[in-house]
Nanobody
Framework: QVRLVESGGGLVQPGGSLRLSCAAS????????MSWFRQAPGKERESVAR????????TTLNAVKGRFTISRDNAKNMVYLQMNSLKPEDTAVYYC?????????WGQGTQVTVSS
């Protein structure tokens, strides 16, 4: 069974940094692109970043471009999201995501709060 477990969220001040982690299991990790999504209360869930299975190509939401970096370690079945220069607008629950065989899988989410 596919399982995704996020960690690393917390409360930070504007301008601060956080590193989110996603531990994946239950599938051949290196064969799949992985994504980070986020959702704030009252807002639609949006894709923040995506990385290909080999880790050779990444995409990021324009709003976080230059501040967030997605990476992966296929030897450890881990995906990361390094978040720098955080803004209050980044406050949301962040989710790890994979689509495999037409099914979408999500982790439980980790809360990121950026506030003074």
């Amino acid at each position: 069974q596919v399982r995704l477990v996020e960690s690393g969220g917390g409360l930070v001040q504007p301008g601060g940094s956080l590193r989110l982690s996603c531990a994946a299991s239950g599938f051949t990790f290196s064969r799949y692109s992985m994504s980070w999504f986020r959702q704030a209360p009252g807002k639609e869930r949006e894709s923040v970043a995506r990385i290909t299975g080999a880790g050779d190509t990444t995409t990021t939401l324009n709003a976080v471009k230059g501040r967030f970096t997605i990476s992966r370690d296929n030897a450890k079945n881990m995906v990361y999201l390094q978040m720098n220069s955080l803004k209050p607008e980044d406050t949301a629950v962040y989710y790890c995501n994979v689509v495999r065989w037409g099914s979408t899988y999500w982790g439980q989410g980790t809360q990121v709060t950026v506030s003074s």
